[in-house]
């Protein structure tokens, strides 16, 4: 019953370094999603997966890409990192009735 | 576009006291509205949601909801907290009848309960 899984838990880069945050999700939802998270200012949308094969950017694409590998995994890649992206990073998938479950979160900080 | 506001940062209360906690969206289209509650160093998880039906929902905890069409509210009650409710409280939209699912969150309230 592992619901939406995601690694590594915590992170720490150095700026320019890249890397890739893993999700997946085992409810065969077809939408996926990849959230930062920042104090004050809620979640915010960075790419969306609304069936496999399909990607589109959300409200803060700037310096992300993503691949949805297949049905279970999205994965969020972090080419050249910055200090600015240090946040916590959310992946979630949705159900039919709109109803979002969220993984457990990464701790990422660029130094 | 949607956007979602929540009035308060901050919600300090008693513990038994009654909570509200507010809640107001703008969107040119139809929504459907959540509240996810978020415990410290956790993910997000579903407290209720308005669909469709009676405006007043009902969620976990002794949590609920009432979906104001005209006033564009959907404030989040519970007539008496406990120590454990302490956590972080997000109101979020999402369109009806249309293919993008994703959410638009407000930026929070952290609910502090004190005994």
């Known amino acids: 019953n592992a619901g939406v899984t995601q690694t590594p838990k915590f992170q720490v880069l150095k700026t320019g370094q890249s890397m890739t945050l893993q999700c997946a999700q085992d409810m065969n939802h077809n939408s996926m999603y990849w959230y930062r998270q920042d104090p004050g200012m809620g979640l915010r949308l960075i790419y969306y997966?609304?069936?496999?094969?399909?990607?589109d950017k959300g409200e803060v694409p700037n310096g992300y890409n993503v691949s949805r590998l297949n049905k279970r995994e999205f994965s969020l890649r972090l080419e050249s990192a910055a200090p600015s992206q240090t946040s916590v990073y959310f992946c979630?998938?949705?159900?039919?009735?709109?109803?979002?479950?969220f993984g457990a979160g990464t701790r990422l900080s660029v130094l | 576009a949607q956007s979602v506001t929540q009035l308060d940062s901050q919600v300090p209360v008693f513990e038994e006291a009654p909570v509200e906690l507010r809640c107001n969206y703008s969107?040119?289209?139809?929504?459907?509205l959540f509240w996810y509650v978020q415990y410290p160093n956790q993910g997000l998880q579903l407290l209720l949601k308005?669909?469709?039906?009676?405006?007043l929902v009902k969620g976990i905890n002794g949590f609920e909801a009432e979906f104001n069409k005209s006033q564009t509210s959907f404030h989040l009650r519970k007539p008496s907290v406990h120590i454990s409710d302490t956590a972080e409280y997000f109101c979020?939209?999402?369109?009806?009848?249309?293919?993008?699912?994703?959410?638009?969150f407000g930026s929070g309230t952290r609910l502090q309960v004190q005994p």
């Open positions: 969107s040119s289209v139809s929504v459907y």
């Open positions: 308005y669909l469709s039906g009676s405006t």
């Open positions: 979630a998938s949705s159900d039919p009735s709109n109803i979002q479950y």
């Open positions: 979020a939209v999402t369109e009806r009848y249309t293919g993008r699912r994703a959410l638009t």
């Open positions: 997966s609304a069936s496999e094969g399909t990607t």
